[in-house]
Each structure stands twice: as structure tokens, then as C-alpha cells.
């Protein structure tokens, strides 16, 4: 056994959290490290689907809106993640798209930044230059729909970007591509300090670290469940709306869901105090209780056990590529220091598509984020120590094989095609 197998065994067995692999449906055969991806299945989730259709659905029928919890379902499993993300209750409610969300989120944060209706003085949204795509698509028409004007800039120039024409800055808290953290705390602080709002997109963070919305004061946030959540393929997203600010929150979605007498059917529309002005129409009620059996997992499991795991595990990843691919063939865009990484491993790789089908056929899963980056997502519930040796030295395999024969073929034509 080599030296690098026999610490992963050594991890492994200190592991405290290597017990909650049982609680997820995965086999040996492969190493699963596309879980910031597509986060894999909880076990008890069929059951719970199972008895929400035949059951909830099928035998009580309407009488479930209120005997089975649909109504209350997306205030109740905010509720559930709120200390994933250090928020108190009262803060979060589950419904649609992370996309969606976005957009509540950063018109509300105009709205907000400019209180008195037609006259704008803050007319500028900063986003996030490196964000997910979504994201900055949903700022610009948000901009455009707000009369603001929409400026990119890197989560690193927000501080020099900030002014007073500032309402709403919008980030993402660990990028997706590359696995580097942002400064939320003093980040939120220097757009607080600017009189501007923060909204952050948790997607790549919740679940994965502690977050601390209510700790560093964050105005407005948003994130999806089928990522480090494992709520499962579209599983709706959160919004968060600080406690303070929600009898502000103006959303430009007003729905029956959000007023304050849903079945009273009135004509004018009148907000519902509290976090659930955040809904618009009926809940997606089938993917939220999947969600809602999903977040069980988390039972007992502490975020800063996760942080830590994860921590080392990303270690423990980059010293083994270190160890067994050769010197120049990767190259990690995933910073270094603790405080700046997320629970990704981003290796720049020649060729990295071909690498990456060739790393799947083999058993280790990860994802292929153009135009050449190999992405490793950790998951500290269900990925282990050994899982990552293995994951490292197939890709050393990968490299010598794909790359000595099947690649420069492929790498040329890429090349001709740019
Ligand atoms: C995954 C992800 C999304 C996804 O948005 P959907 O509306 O759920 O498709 C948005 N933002 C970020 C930062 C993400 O990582």
C-alpha cells in the first residue's frame, strides 16, 4: 500500500462524520464528486415521496394542504435550513428557481435602497463579474426594469466600485468555476458602509461551510437545495430576507401566496408580514417534501465538523495530484489558503473534456466546466479520505493514458476550432 493510501486510511478511520455515508444511496464502485453538482440521494427520500403520492396525495387528496403540512411547507423547511446557514427562524421561505429568487432579491434590494417611489438616487447594481451565468443575466434585466445601470466588477474591486449611487450589490459566495471563497463578512460590511444592500448567492457555500447570515448582517439571500442540500434535481431554492428589512421587502413577484389573506381572493394585494411575503403561487409540493426528507441528514451534524472535513479533504486531494501527477500537467485555480476555498478542486487541464469522460468511464465523477477546467466537488457527509486517494491517482492514470495517445489529436482539433 502506498504511503499516501495508508494516511487515507488513517482519516479515514478519525473520521467523525465517515458514519453518514450509510444515511445516502451510493455504491463503492464509484467515488461521487459531483455533489456540488447534483448532491446524491438521501435513503429515506423514496420512502417519503413514496408515502406524499400514494398517501398525502392520493388517499387525502385537498384535506393534505392542511393535514400533511403543504400549506406551511415552505416557511417550515426554510425554517430547516436556517442554521445550515446561520440564520435564526422566521427568515427563510422555500419556493422556485435559484434564478427566480435572484430577481425577487435584487429588485426588492432597489426597492429598498430607494424608498421614496420615482425618485432614484441609487441607480446602480454591481455584480459579481466572475458569477454564475444566471445570475448576471437576471441583474441585467433587473437593472433594466429598475432604470439602474448594471456594472461588473470582481468581488475584490466591490470596495473601490462602491459609491453613493450604489442601491444593491450581488454576489456569489464561492465561485463556481474556480472554488474560491469571498469575503463575506467585510464585504457586506463595505457595502453596508456604502448604504447600498448585499445580496449573496449561497448555491456553492450552504451545506458545504458555515455562513453566518445573521452574524455579519446580511440583507438578502439566495441559494438552491440540490447541490450540497441534496434536495434533489430542481428541488426549489431559499430566499432569505434579514428580519428587519422584511416589512421593506417590496417583491416584484407579488403573488396570492405572499399576501397577507390568500383565501380571502381580494382584489388588492396586501403583503403577509415576515419571511413568506418571499412566496408568490402554490408550492412545488412534491419537490419540497423530497427536500424536506433530504435535509434530514443533516441531524446531529454540525457545519463546522463539515467545514473542517471539508478543509482536509481538499488537502488531502491537492497533496496526492501533487504526489502522483506529473509536475505541469494540472494546475490547481482553486486558492490555497483555507480561508479562501470553498469544498471544490478546480485543475486547469489541457484537454480537460476528454480527461474528464475518460475519469467517468473509470468510476471517479466529477464535471467538465469549459473551456478547460476538471471540477471535484467534496462533499464531507458522503466522501471519504481513500475516495479521494483513488480519485487522484485514476486521474494520474487518466493523464498518462488519455494524454499520451487519444489527447493531441483532440487537443489540435479544439485548437483549430478557436
Ligand atoms: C447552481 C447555481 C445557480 C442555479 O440556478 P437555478 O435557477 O437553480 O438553475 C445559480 N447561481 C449559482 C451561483 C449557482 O451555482
Redesign the pocket.
Known sequence: MSELAAKAGALDAADELAGARKRFVLDDAVVYLDGN?LGALPANVPGRVEDVVRRQWGELRIRSWDESGWWDAPERIGDRIAPLVGAAPGQIVVGD????N?FKAVVAAVRMANPIAGEAVRDEILVDAT??P??GYIAESAARMTGCSLRPVTPEQVPDALSGRTAAVLL?HVD?RTGRLHDLPSLTAAVHAAGAYAVW?L??SAGALPVGLDEHGVDLAIG?T??YLNGGP?SP?YLYVRHDLQDRFDSPLPGWNSHADPFGMRGEFEPAAGALRGRVGTPDILSMLALEAALEVWDGVSIEAVRAKSLALTDFFLECVGAYVPEGRVESVTPVAHAERGSQVALRCEGAGDVMKALIERGVVGDFRRPDVLRFGFTPLYVGFADVERAARVLADVLADVLGERLPEAARTQAARR
Open positions: 453538482s428557481s435559484t434564478s427566480v435572484v458569477t454564475f444566471t445570475d456569489n463556481y448567492d448555491c456553492h438552491c440540490y447541490k430542481g431554492a
